[in-house]
């Protein structure tokens, strides 16, 4: 199977500056990884995701990287804004995806 | 605009009372599947459907059951809900059965007295 978790529960950023979100997963037969964004009261809601023969992917403002040696998979999100406080998950995917806890981002004006 | 929608919303019911919760998408997706969010597990699956008349449980699928008898539908029936059947509930579907670029609906509150 596959287990999958954020590194940390919380995370606090000033309005402006660059937040970085990591996650590990388990197993190495991983091949597509998503992260999510979960605003309160709503539904995940689809970032960015990457395949395994990637190791990076860069979307609008957000990047994901990839690094398959350490079984890591990180969310940076640039110049980050109000609008960006939420909960954040990965998802690691053999056969089925499999869904790590959540960070939550907080953004200090 | 493409969607998943469930109802309801919120739903406070008693232990036993059979329920069902409905889920519907608009993108003719095949791939659809019910999740429940805990606080610190994650989300986890209960049942997914890979196409009508195609269903097979998660993770999570005790005293769950599942419907797909049309394509867009993929109702949720707890025949005989349990305290620990309170939970937030998330019904998604995507194009194909790899679950990539994944919908969400925007969830279903239950709390089992």
């Known amino acids: 199977g596959e287990s999958v978790g954020l590194h940390l529960p919380t995370l606090s950023v000033q309005e402006g500056d660059n937040s970085i979100i990591n996650c590990a997963y388990s197993?190495?037969?991983?091949?597509?990884f998503i992260w999510y964004k979960q605003e309160s009261g709503k539904g995940p809601q689809f970032i960015i995701d990457?395949?395994?023969?990637?190791d990076k992917r860069q979307g609008q403002r957000v990047t994901v990287l990839l690094n398959k040696t350490v079984k890591h998979l990180s969310l940076q999100i640039a110049a980050t804004q109000p609008g960006d406080s939420a909960v954040y998950f990965c998802?690691?995917?053999?056969?089925?995806?499999?869904f790590g806890g959540g960070t939550r981002l907080m953004v200090k004006p | 605009e493409a969607q998943v929608t469930q109802n309801p919303r919120y739903l406070i019911t008693v232990t036993g009372k059979k329920l069902t919760v409905t889920c519907s998408q608009n993108?003719?997706?095949?791939?659809m599947s019910w999740y429940r969010q805990d606080p610190g597990l994650g989300l986890r699956q209960i049942y997914y459907?890979?196409?009508?008349?195609?269903?097979d449980k998660g993770d999570v699928p005790e005293g769950y059951k599942v419907s797909r008898k049309e394509k867009r539908n993929f109702p949720l029936i707890l025949e005989s809900p349990s305290p620990n059947q309170t939970s937030l509930y998330f019904c998604?579907?995507?194009?194909?059965?790899?679950?990539?670029?994944?919908?969400f609906g925007p969830g279903t509150r239950l709390l089992v007295l």
């Open positions: 998604a579907s995507s194009l194909g059965r790899l679950q990539e670029t994944q919908y």
């Open positions: 197993n190495s037969a991983s091949d597509y």
């Open positions: 990457i395949r395994s023969n990637m």
């Open positions: 998802a690691a995917r053999v056969n089925m995806l499999t």
């Open positions: 993108m003719n997706h095949e791939y």
């Open positions: 459907s890979m196409n009508v008349e195609v269903t």
